[in-house]
């Protein structure tokens, strides 16, 4: 069985940086496709940043471009999450996903806190 868990969240001021990291736990695991999604208080899900499995095609939200960099380690079976100069506006539960195709994750990460103060 599976498992995605995640690490590196925490609090950091306007500026800073984190580095998320998600590992899956269970068995060596490459999936097609391995991402971040963030959902903030009151706020719908998003898609932060995703990235395919030979890491050569990654994806963004508008909202983090130049900012956050995904990365993954097949090897270790980890994808990360670079963020940097955070905004408050980055606060938010971020979750590790994978999906085996191209349409749906089926899997995801209990999620971790990222809070960025001014």
């Known amino acids: 069985q599976v498992k995605l868990v995640e690490s590196g969240g925490g609090l950091v001021q306007a500026g800073g940086s984190l580095r998320l990291s998600c590992a899956a736990s269970?068995?060596?695991?490459?999936?097609?496709?391995m991402g971040w999604l963030r959902q903030a208080p009151g706020k719908d899900r998003e898609l932060v940043a995703e990235?395919?499995?030979?890491?050569?095609?990654?994806i963004y939200a508008d909202s983090v471009k130049g900012r956050f960099t995904i990365s993954r380690d097949n090897a270790k079976s980890t994808v990360y999450l670079q963020m940097n100069s955070l905004k408050p506006e980055d606060t938010a539960v971020y979750s590790c996903?994978?999906?085996?195709?191209?349409?749906?994750?089926?899997?995801w990460g209990q999620g971790t806190q990222v809070t960025v103060s001014t």
């Open positions: 269970g068995r060596t695991f490459n999936p097609y496709r």
């Open positions: 996903v994978a999906g085996l195709g191209i349409n749906t994750y089926d899997y």
């Open positions: 990235i395919r499995r030979s890491g050569g095609v990654a």
